[in-house]
């Protein structure tokens, strides 16, 4: 039903990359190419090679070389006269955006880019810049909005035989599932994904499904060490392909499975790791999610309450300033678990702000 999976982001004379590439390898092919066509006075040729390099760097971390890159292909490819070309690099644009944190101007870059393929007849852009919509809407908790959307990707991407994409939008569905409470859903659907992506050899959506299966096996079956084998097969597939973010949320999600299992010192280390990492990459969503989790784990570990309470009032400001809805319900369920009184919360509130 599904074929193997590829990578439509890798152009021009880099399509015989794998989705698979390890990033590094992606970034001196696509820097190597890149070169080449501006020499040649190739702006096509340089649009679709510089979004690789733009893809490289966002998946790197490297931010600002990232904003550069994908800035540099639109410019080529406005050039060219390249629809289809620009609208990959808004693409672009709009998913370093979301990883940074500014939600408001992903959407933008986003529907325009959803807009500039369908205009183009590029329907591989057209959906993955919806993708790209819907899963800023998932990570803003905006589940309503973004869950009929979702089902309409997966429902194109099934019908196409898309295996990236089958997976991409199994995990976002079963994500919003997992985080309403409907764990065994959210389970069958994460196993499904996995089960795709081995299938198809994409193994960046493979280790994002394990980390979804490791999420639901340690918060609804209590399994710690199961969890954490799973995770620990997902970060073999991250470390080989250079996926820093995708790395880091692993190391968080290995601090949530030892938070829930009680063991706190553990979990603070990882939380301490995964936060240095996402604070190196500039991706605020992940850094917030860490510094809760290092919040909570200090606090079982003895941390004066007071503090806990303003680093809680912290992140919600922060979370508020974002939109990030289900983090914020997160940090308010943190006060609950960690019995710190309203009036000290709203003290700590009024001190933050």
Known sequence: MYGKAFAPEYQGALTTLSVNSSLTDVLAAGTEQLRAAERAGQPGEAARSGLAVA????????????????K????????????????????????????????????????????????????????????????????????????????????????????????????????????????????????????????????RGHAWALRGLADVVSVRDGDTERALELLSEAETACRAMRLSSALA?????????????????????????????????SEPRGEALSRLGLAKSLARLGRDRAETAAELADLAGLLERIGLQHARRMVARAHEELGIPAAEQAAATGAAR
């Open 249 to 281: 949320y692993n190391h968080k999600m290995r601090g949530n499975v030892l938070y829930r299992a009680g063991r706190y010192a553990e979990a603070r280390e990882l939380y301490e790791q995964a936060l240095e990492e996402f604070r190196e990459m």
């Open 55 to 70: 893809e490289a760097h966002r998946r790197l971390g490297r931010v600002e070389d990232a904003d550069r890159a994908w």
């Open 72 to 203: 540099a292909s639109y410019r080529a490819a406005r050039q060219a006269g390249d629809v289809g070309a620009m609208a990959w690099a808004l693409w672009s644009g709009g998913t370093l955006a979301r990883q940074r944190g500014a939600l408001r101007l992903a959407r933008r870059l986003l529907q325009l880019a959803a807009d500039l393929g369908e205009r183009g007849g590029d329907i591989v852009v057209r959906g993955y810049s919806l993708a790209g919509l819907a899963e800023t809407g998932r990570i803003q908790g905006d589940y309503e909005a973004v869950g009929r959307l979702h089902e309409q990707l997966l429902a194109e991407a099934r019908r196409r035989g898309e295996a990236r994409h089958t997976v991409w939008a199994l995990e976002g569905i079963a994500q919003m599932h997992r985080n309403t409470g409907r764990y065994d859903t959210a389970y069958a659907l994460f196993e499904e994904a996995a089960e795709i992506a081995a299938r198809a050899d994409d193994r």
